[in-house]
């Protein structure tokens, strides 16, 4: 299993970033992913992180298909791939109503339609076509890229229920999956191995990438609190609670929903048991993380994207926390 981490995150933002990626760098780390929800934008760092190391993989996990336009995100990812010299990975995804709706102004329909479109556009614009297509989500009249495509930009894709997931198999590189078990991958990734078989695609070859977020050497009490907190969050997400109530955790979703929706944050918040935030969440000794990575990768991950947390007081504690976390995990 390929270790990676998450590039940018509190606090290694601006100044702090080069840290980041050469101490993952020195220490082994094979690849770094950005995202992007509502803090930076995923494009940006990967530009940056390829001009501090000449050896990771580069990827976005992920973009939203519905925030920019098809022909915008292949100008994007062509260029920070070439600046990579080929290293980059597009990871596409729908986000959610909330962020595409209400905070992007921007409506959300059919995404699986969405997802289809967007990547035949993207398709057909790294084989360097004058593309027009008038799809139901996607129309795009006469564009052709004036760049050279020397390393067309493979194509992960984003999915959590099943259709997403057929679809990542079918037209994906590789997919991309957040808030997991170990116990909940294996039928998640029959529907992609479906989709890939149906394609034409060798099942044995893909790759898996998953975003986790970890505290290693933190506070074990602390930690399992403050990830509640998080958890909860996500959990009161319409599109999250029902993908959290299809992977097993049907009484807490929907228990912690109605609560919320009902304006009981307390209750919503003790509807999530210890036992979901330790199956979801990395936290404890860096022994104790490795193992549970370890379990991850025995269930069908091949990639990971670590999001190391530290719960210090203070903004140099952190960063100082997180270096000894990133070196100790990939020591042991």
Known sequence: MRLGITIPFEP???A???ELVRTADRCGYTDAWSYESFSTDAFAPIAAAAMLSDKMRLGCAIIPVFTRPAPLIAMSAVTVNELAGGRFIL??????????????GVPFRKPVTMMRETVEALRAIFR?????????????????LDAPITHPPKIYIGAQGAKMLRLAGELGDGVIVNFITPETVAPMLDNTREGMRAAGKDPAGLDVVCRIIAAVDEDEEVVRNLFRRSLTAYVTVPQYNKFFREIGYDKEATIAIDAWNAGDRNKALKAIPDEMVEKIFVFGTAEKCRRRLDDYAR??????????????KTPEERRAKILRAIERLAAV
């Open 12 to 14: 290694f933002q601006s």
């Open 16 to 18: 702090h970033f080069p």
């Open 91 to 104: 990871g596409l995804g729908i986000s959610t109503p909330n962020i595409v709706e209400q905070w992007m």
């Open 128 to 144: 360097g076509e004058k593309v027009t297509m008038a799809g139901a989500m996607v129309k795009i009249n006469g564009f052709r």
């Open 299 to 312: 269930a069908g991950i091949t990639t990971t994207a670590l999001q190391f947390a530290s719960f210090a």
